[in-house]
């Protein structure tokens, strides 16, 4: 039982390039999330989706999209990253209100 | 919407002493506050948390007490050992945890002295 797997774990990308951050969870949870971590600050939610085929913003949308076409499976793409994105990526899942777990991150650097 | 302040940033207590984190929220309708461990390298780890029926909460070493009329609730760890050492955040949520996600207080390193 992995629980909340991120892949990749690390990436540099360069200005105005595009990827997708892929978040895996294996505990039938309905809720998932993403947040990133900057130093000094707390996580900020960046989408959630409350079910497959939903998704909603959070409270940092700008610059990122999201896809929950499965329900294990949560997306977050960045369409043409800029510097301001460097950032650490945390995806986390839950089911109803209980506890949200969360996955060890996606290091992302952007230059 | 939702504001969470977190104090001290920085908690450097010796080994065997206690520890208290404490946090305020802005938003009376929260009803949810988790607290969460995170090491370097790792995602955040549920330590402990409560909801708006209850005043505290304990597990072992770790407790954490709500004011709902304050807005504000606080972690205490006693008898701190060297693993206890990370950051620590605290959150909270108006749908129980569930659906809108969690607003996190910016973090406390916790560093145990020996």
């Known amino acids: 039982n992995a629980g909340v797997t991120q892949t990749p774990k690390f990436r540099v990308l360069k200005t105005g390039q595009s990827m997708t951050l892929l978040c895996a969870q294996d505990?039938?949870?309905?809720?998932m999330y993403w947040y990133r971590q900057d130093p000094g600050m707390g996580l900020r939610l960046i989408h959630y989706?409350?079910?497959?085929?939903?998704?909603a913003k959070g409270e940092v949308p700008d610059g990122y999209n999201v896809s929950r076409l499965k329900k294990q499976n949560f997306l977050l793409g960045l369409e043409s990253a800029a510097p301001s994105q460097t950032s650490v990526y945390f995806c986390?899942?839950?089911?109803?209100?209980?506890?949200?777990?969360f996955g060890d991150g996606t290091r992302l650097s952007i230059l | 919407g939702e504001n969470v302040e977190q104090h001290p940033s920085t908690l450097s207590v010796q080994e065997g002493d206690s520890a208290v984190i404490k946090c305020t929220y802005s938003?009376?309708?929260?009803?949810?506050f988790p607290w969460y461990k995170q090491e370097l390298g790792k995602g955040p780890q549920l330590i402990i948390d409560?909801?708006?029926?209850?005043g505290e909460k304990k597990d072992q070493r770790i407790a954490v007490t709500l004011n709902k009329t304050a807005k504000h609730f606080s972690l205490h760890i006693t008898e701190t050992q060297p693993e206890d050492s990370a950051v620590y955040f605290c959150?909270?949520?108006?749908?129980?945890?569930?659906?809108?996600?969690?607003?996190f207080g910016k973090g406390t390193h916790l560093i145990i002295q020996p």
């Open positions: 986390a899942s839950s089911y109803g209100a209980q506890p949200q777990h």
């Open positions: 505990m039938n949870h309905e809720y």
């Open positions: 989706s409350v079910g497959e085929g939903t998704t």
């Open positions: 938003d009376s309708a929260s009803n949810y």
């Open positions: 409560i909801r708006s029926n209850v």
């Open positions: 959150a909270a949520s108006k749908s129980g945890g569930g659906a809108d996600g969690l607003t």
